[in-house]
């Protein structure tokens, strides 16, 4: 794979940050970030796009896939779609800021 094709693939690996209860409390207890990723992406792919788009040093990356939820809208049935989320262990001294808020 050619460079300028691997930092392509590292631009989007990352779909978005995961908001939810969870990931606040592990932020502020394990100094945490989760995230939304593609579902073909590697430990190794959300680190490296991890440091190269928010510029700190990862120590480490867990990967849950998350499987889609059955709901039901009135007789009929229907299935949420299912994710990868990853949990990024951010280095001491490490932080991202999603709010901005200064």
């Not at 932020?27 to 990723?37: R, T």
């Not at 990862?58 to 009929?76: E, P, S």
Request: no cysteine; proline share 1%.
């Amino acid at each position: 794979m050619s460079q300028a094709m691997r930092e392509e693939r590292l631009l989007t690996v990352l779909l978005g940050p995961h908001i939810s209860e969870k990931s606040h409390l592990v932020a502020e207890s394990g100094n945490q970030v989760v995230f939304k990723v593609r579902t073909d992406a590697t430990k190794a792919e959300i680190k490296a796009a991890v440091e190269k788009l928010f510029e700190v040093s990862v120590d480490g990356v867990t990967v849950v896939n998350q499987a889609g939820k059955v709901k039901r809208r009135g007789r009929g049935f229907g299935r949420r779609a299912s994710f990868k989320k990853a949990y990024v262990s951010l280095a001491a001294g490490s932080e991202i800021d999603f709010l901005g808020a200064e």
